[in-house]
């Protein structure tokens, strides 16, 4: 796949919030996945596609209920694209919260091989 086919594959999976179908089709087994800084519960740096899937069970572990989500169209360039998404969201003790980031994504050979997300 093109980096612009990966990028809208990645957005269709995206909103419909099945964001481990989305990482188990369309990222490299040994893609990485950077945070904007390292908190008790998330490493600033994943490697590779089994701990990223791993990171993904967590995140959802610790949602009570997702009200509202939208990603938005990507913006590519070269083997990049990066989207918005934004998400209103109940987490398990912490109450409801709205949440924005900037994910950017590198493709190499059809495959996401990395992964930035910036708040």
């Not at 964001?19 to 040994?30: G, S």
Request: glycine fraction near 6%; charged fraction near 30%.
């Amino acid at each position: 796949m093109t980096t612009k086919e990966v990028a809208s594959r990645l957005v269709a999976i995206c909103r419909k919030g099945d964001f481990e179908k989305a990482q188990k089709e369309l990222f490299a087994k040994d893609a990485i996945s950077i945070e904007p800084h390292g908190t008790p519960e998330f490493q600033k740096e994943t490697k590779g596609l089994d701990a990223i899937l791993k990171k993904g069970e967590k995140w959802a572990s610790m949602v009570e209920e997702y009200h509202d989500m939208k990603v938005s169209e990507p913006l590519i360039a070269g083997n990049s694209f990066a989207v918005t998404m934004s998400m209103n969201v109940t987490m398990k003790g912490k109450g409801k919260m709205d949440m924005t980031e900037l994910c950017v994504y590198q493709v190499k050979d059809g495959k996401i091989v990395a992964e930035y997300f910036n708040m």
